[in-house]
């Protein structure tokens, strides 16, 4: 009856939504579940300018990020308005910026933030960037407890502009600003907010302020253990008498409250006005239970005034929200991407760990590779993006030459605290041989490094357990002893630790790494069904022994699953077909399966599911997929079957290749070559693998291809669209049988030949 009566609000909900927004919108964007922005990001803020919504925070000791959206669901990452080669950026452990509010101010864009204490100014003439270097605000003489830190804007219906301070346990305060980001003088004192001795907010921190039919709203968070109270005034003063304390931001009479995921939620946002006059708030939480390791993350709630004006926000409980009646601009579930290092700066997606000078990476040096040097003979360079979800995948291909014990480079995912980090790495034994190592804390695995300097690594995350695999074309993976139990790195709660896990790319040691690519969510790599992005409907079945699965299925449910890597020409499969794994006691069930969003043209498949006899017996089911599919995609299941009952439950779902290549190519330098080249192979006789370099002068189409002795086609080493450059293919001659073959590079009128054998 429950069920049946939600799916009857939503279709009246649907009805009543203005036509301009459902027009243009699948149906996976009217709901949505948090959080929206998965991962670390504490002490959020939120900005509306125009049609436009961004919202940052602290980073600690990784460099800020600045995210833009136009729902308010769908988050993208567009700026680091602090650079990590700012000198006076930290190096240490919760270091770095603390709080972070980008506003429009005067025709320009200012970004607020805190280091050790002081506060700063950034701007810029697009939200985008560039940035300048940070300006120290000074302190204003009548305000006796300095500016602080988790501080915040508010403009004014006049155009003033405040900095809404906290510094210490005792003080709050508001500081008017001028038009050059500095205080005037002007200062509102609430210290009287939270005055010693009993201190009744403990800290009061992460002051906003917002306006509301003609009252300031002033909201704060009642420290890290949980709660957000409210009070308001007509006027802006310091007058305690004028403020109306107000109790409670979010609603803690939810019912659903005591089963949350996410509990005692704090340091929201102010409160946006949309033009429907619905309100909204960004606030961050940890997850509850053994998933505090991801940090604070990012949710979304509705603020809804009562007759008397207070307001009060939904509390984050577990169900599908009605989603902002906004338009969506395609923007991408907010999970971390894939990237192929194509750009001639790295996306903002990445942060740095810490104070990194601009000499220590590099995507021009190489293009389409991330250079990355160890900071010295001791400090490792990283980048790393958020670690926002249970289940995963990570692959990179790797280009390092390890000459020495020190050096590491490879694949981590890294404690906030600095102190844990699961590592998948190339290294050097103390015996003088290359080894590939994967390992967390005493745990360590290693394996002879037989393919060479570059190789692929991947790590696979299931929960708690993360296993690793290395391959020497990005097909063939050989697992590195076995799945290791990392439950340490995502349970943690202690207050030095609350930055939230970080994922990415390491060097360490005295040799540079070069890394040609960075795969999230391999579609060939099994996707477990548990944990959807977002989803209608479903809910997650807890099982003795994991996987647990995605349950209570029925008709017309859904579920995303983001940020799914098909590969392009720098990854090159070719997707043709699916395989899920199920149990099911209904025959007649399917499900159709998405990209990027529920339209009927974005289908791309339909799995039929058949009874399997009991849930607990699990079946794979699989079908070819109506069109090719390549790069990266949100990929949903719609679920269909009869009845109103539960159709089947979900173990997980991967997408079928059967094109293996057998050449990877990999490109040598910036320096454009001044004429057509094919070198001689090397090794040659070789088994199984060789080395084939040519130059291309121009970019055009190339076609390198093996004959067999009697003129027929063997195998083909590229055949393409090819970037001038200097490249060295790596061929793998395991399908030949032993003899002589020919290779024959063709391209722009240029045809060259050369002989090569293969020794079994």
């Not at 005591?258 to 946002?269: D, G």
């Not at 192929?340 to 389409?368: I, V």
Request: aromatic share 14%; proline share 6%; with cysteine.
């Amino acid at each position: 009856m429950e069920r049946t009566s939600m799916r009857f609000f939503l279709k009246i909900l649907i009805c009543i939504i203005p036509i301009n927004f459902l027009f243009g919108q699948s149906p996976s964007f009217q709901t949505y579940i948090n959080p929206v922005i998965p991962g670390d990001h504490p002490d959020a803020t939120l900005t509306r300018i125009g049609n436009d919504f961004y919202t940052t925070g602290s980073s600690f000791n990784v460099t800020p990020v600045i995210y833009h959206s136009t729902d308010l669901v769908h988050w993208e990452a567009i700026a680091q308005p602090v650079s990590a080669a700012w000198s006076n950026y930290g190096d240490q452990a919760g270091g770095g910026c603390w709080g972070g509010q980008m506003v429009y101010y005067n025709g320009e864009y200012w970004h607020f933030f805190s280091r050790a204490n002081t506060m700063y100014y950034v701007k810029a003439t697009a939200p985008e960037g560039p940035w300048s270097m940070p300006v120290k605000i000074n302190n204003p003489s009548t305000l006796p407890y300095g500016l602080g830190y988790d501080n915040s804007i508010f403009i004014d219906d006049d155009n003033k502009w405040y900095l809404v301070v906290k510094n210490g346990q005792p003080n709050n305060g508001i500081v008017e600003l001028g038009d050059d980001g500095q205080p005037t003088g002007v200062v509102y004192n609430l210290n009287w907010l939270n005055p010693a001795p009993d201190y009744p907010y403990s800290w009061a921190e992460g002051p906003v302020m917002w306006k509301y039919n003609g009252y300031y709203y002033y909201s704060f968070a009642r420290d890290l253990g949980g709660g957000q109270k409210v009070m308001r005034s007509r006027t802006l003063t310091a007058d305690q008498s004028a403020w109306e304390m107000l109790g409670d931001f979010f609603n803690e009479n939810d019912p659903q409250k005591s089963s949350s995921l996410f509990t005692s939620p704090n340091h929201a946002s102010a409160a946006i006005m949309l033009d429907d006059s619905t309100s909204w708030v960004i606030h961050p939480l940890y997850a509850k239970g053994e998933w505090k390791g991801q940090g604070r993350q990012g949710l979304l709630n509705q603020v809804r005034y009562d007759v008397n004006g207070k307001p009060v926000a939904d509390y984050p409980v577990n169900k599908s929200f009605t989603a902002p009646n906004l338009p969506s601009s395609g923007i991408p579930w907010m999970v971390p991407h894939s990237d192929f290092f194509t750009s001639s700066a790295l996306h903002p997606e990445w942060s740095f760990l810490g104070y990194t000078p601009s000499s220590k990476y590099s995507l021009t040096d190489r293009p389409g590779w991330l250079r990355l040097s160890p900071k010295n003979s001791t400090q490792a360079n990283t980048v790393i993006k958020n670690d926002g979800e249970h289940n995963y995948s990570l692959i990179t291909r790797l280009d390092f030459n390890a000459q020495s014990t020190s050096d590491q480079a490879g694949l981590w995912i890294m404690r906030g605290d600095q102190t844990m980090e699961v590592k998948l790495v190339s290294t050097f034994s103390t015996e003088g041989k290359k080894l590939i190592t994967f390992g967390f804390k005493s745990t360590k695995y290693e394996t002879e490094n037989t393919i060479g300097d570059t190789l692929w690594l991947k790590l696979i995350r299931k929960n708690h357990k993360i296993s690793g695999y290395f391959s020497s074309n990005g097909f063939d993976w050989s697992e590195i002893g076995s799945a290791i139990d990392v439950a340490e790195i995502d349970s943690y709660s202690d207050f030095s630790t609350f930055t939230g896990t970080r994922q990415g790319l390491y060097v360490k040691g005295t040799s540079d790494a070069w890394f040609d690519f960075y795969i999230y969510r391999d579609a060939y790599t099994p996707i477990m069904a548990e944990c959807p992005a977002n989803q209608f409907g479903t809910a997650v079945v807890v099982t003795k022994l994991p996987p647990n699965l995605l349950g209570k299925i029925h008709n017309d449910d859904w579920a995303l699953y983001a940020g799914v890597e098909f590969g392009n020409a720098e990854y090159a499969k070719s997707c043709d077909s699916l395989k899920i794994t199920a149990s099911c006691l209904t025959a007649g069930s399917a499900v159709e399966v998405y990209i990027d969003s529920i339209d009927a043209n974005t289908k791309i498949a339909i799995c039929a599911i058949d009874t399997t006899g009991s849930w607990t017996n699990f079946r794979t089911f699989a079908t070819n997929l109506s069109k090719p599919v390549s790069g990266n995609h949100d990929v949903y299941l719609k679920f269909v079957g009869p009845g109103n009952g539960e159709l089947f439950r979900l173990e997980s779902l991967q997408f079928i290749t059967n094109s293996k290549p057998t050449a990877i190519n990999i490109r040598q330098g910036n320096n454009r070559p001044q004429r057509f080249y094919l070198e001689q192979n090397y090794p040659n006789p070789f088994n199984p693998v060789t080395r084939i370099k040519y130059s291309m002068p121009v970019t055009g189409y190339l076609s390198i291809k093996v004959y067999d002795l009697i003129g027929r086609e063997v195998a083909t080493v590229f055949d393409g669209v090819q970037q001038a450059g200097n490249y060295t293919a790596v061929f793998d001659g395991s399908n030949l049988t032993s003899g002589i073959y020919f290779y024959r590079m063709e391209t722009n009128g240029f045809v060259e030949t050369k002989k090569l054998v293969f020794l079994k």
